[in-house]
């Protein structure tokens, strides 16, 4: 088994009570959906930290926080929880999430979900959240491109729309998930053009079972490689799975296959996020 100690860190975990029909849309249907589990799969792969992204299917803020809180403890300090909040809600709801966030000093960041939610992420509703990002120095991460549920609008979720918020708020620390999917080179501007701008590796294959998957993971790797070329350095590119979309082992492979110097696919692996989100050492 590999050690934890490797230093690699996965910016992009669900594991919450809210997350639907696992057995289906899990990597494998018998997946160990547990904080015991991911740990086993994280040692596997040399993974030190995670990130754990509360769903916006939880019933309340504060239910999440608590589910969050529950999984750190578990995981003796390697697990992160990320909070989320959804601006159609009004004004006062999110008053109320900063308000408990405030009082959550495990918390590693905010986790918004346009496309899943009818919202811009340079929708002014979300100032205060921003605000409060600058104030307590946590990033927001951003989710961006296809949505797992067919009901949810891409025309939210484009990077390019994250343009217009990165230079409202040059001191916060944006991270646009899944790399855009399937607008990988519009975010790889993006991040290019914005220096308060990261992207992650999460979330770019569909389910294995598909009959071309590696063929997918060989176009992912060509997408991604030629996305760090056009940003034109790796410290902003961030590794993540998707867990349990993905499994940790493949989704490490898709970032240790890039065609780039060691040192660099290692940062992505690890040293980039753990630097953003202050994570650390075990």
Known sequence: MASPRAGRVDVHLHLSRWWRDLRRTAYRPDLDYSVRGLLTEMDQNSIAHGLLLQLHEAPTVREGLGEGRESAAASSGRLHPVSTVDPTQGDDAVREAIRLWEDERGLAGVKLYPGYQAFYPHDRRLDPVYEYAHRRGLPVLLHQGDTLDGLGLLKFARPIEVDE??????????????????????????????????????????????????????????????????????????????????????????????????????????????????????
């Not at 990165?166 to 290019?192: I, K």
């Not at 009959?211 to 997918?216: A, G, Q, T």
């Not at 790797?221 to 940790?248: C, F, K, M, N, Q």
């Open 165 to 282: 918020v990165a230079g409202r708020y040059r001191d916060v620390r944006f991270v646009l998930c899944h790399f855009g999917n399937p607008w990988v080179p519009e975010a790889a501007e993006v991040v290019y053009k914005n220096e308060n701008v990261y992207a992650d590796t999460s979330g770019l294959l569909a389910h294995p079972s598909v009959p071309y998957f590696d063929r997918m993971l060989e176009q992912a790797r060509r997408v991604v490689y030629g996305a760090v070329v056009t940003i034109g350095r790796p410290d902003r590119v961030l590794y993540g799975s998707d867990w349990p979309l993905e499994e940790l082992k493949v989704a490490v492979e898709l970032v240790h296959g890039l065609d780039l110097p060691e040192k660099d696919r290692e940062a992505i692996l690890g040293e980039n996020a753990r630097r953003l989100f202050r994570l650390p050492p075990l």
